[in-house]
T-cell receptor, first 110, second 113 residues
Framework: KQEVTQIPAALSVPEGENLVLNCSFT??????LQWFRQDPGKGLTSLLL?????REQTSGRLNASLDKSSGRSTLYIAASQPGDSATYLC?????????FGAGTQVVVTP | DTAVSQTPKYLVTQMGNDKSIKCEQN?????MYWYKQDSKKFLKIMFS???????INETVPNRFSPKSPDKAHLNLHINSLELGDSAVYFC????????????FGPGTRLTVL
């Protein structure tokens, strides 16, 4: 059974610093891995999706890497801004089911 | 234009009641999902439908019954509500079942008193 863990559970950084969010999964047989952002009281917004054959995906200030052999994915957010404050979740797609981590709550202070 | 919408946004009800949550997507996607986010913020898949056919049914009490009248709609009906059903329920959709980005609705916060 796939288990997804996100460390740290919470992170606070000053504006301008780079953010590094970690996601680990136990079953490397995944179809893809997706990163989401959740704002308080709102739904999830998809940020990046990495197919199992890919090593990374980039969108603007966001870069996500995937290492299936070690069961890890990392989300990098460059030059963080207060608007990046949110909870970030990763989800591993195994056998058609997305298994979510508990998320990392990020606060970027001005 | 809202891609995935859910109604209602908030639902407060008494134990034992029956309630429904509606979901609609205007993305032309083939697959729709229901997720439950508990108080610890864990998101767990409940159901998945592809072209109106049930393809994933996780270990969910049979008090929960999804209904897909067409590809664009996936409703969730819950019978005999219990306190433990209190959670936020998210609907999502994707173009295909395993390879595509999932798009989520805003969630429905269900509170059972």
């Amino acid at each position: 059974k796939q288990e997804v863990t996100q460390i740290p559970a919470a992170l606070s950084v000053p504006e301008g610093e780079n953010l590094v969010l970690n996601c680990s999964f136990t079953d490397s047989a995944i179809y893809n891995l997706q990163w989401f952002r959740q704002d308080p009281g709102k739904g999830l917004t998809s940020l990046l999706l990495i197919q199992s054959s890919q090593r990374e995906q980039t969108s603007g200030r966001l870069n996500a890497s995937l290492d299936k052999s070690s069961g890890r994915s990392t989300l990098y957010i460059a030059a963080s801004q207060p608007g990046d404050s949110a909870t970030y979740l990763c989800a591993a797609d195994s056998w058609g089911k997305f298994q979510f981590g508990a998320g990392t709550q990020v606060v970027v202070t001005p | 234009d809202t891609a995935v919408s859910q109604t209602p946004k908030y639902l407060v009800t008494q134990m034992g009641n029956d309630k429904s949550i509606k979901c609609e997507q205007n993305l032309g996607h083939d697959t729709m999902y229901w997720y439950k986010q508990d108080s610890k913020k864990f998101l767990k898949i409940m159901f998945s439908y592809n072209n109106k056919e049930l393809i994933i049914n996780e270990t969910v009490p049979n008090r929960f019954s999804p209904k897909s009248p067409d590809k664009a709609h996936l409703n969730l009906h819950i019978n005999s509500l219990e306190l433990g059903d209190s959670a936020v329920y998210f609907c999502a959709s994707s173009r295909e079942t395993v390879t595509d980005t999932q798009y989520f609705g805003p969630g429905t916060r269900l509170t059972v008193l």
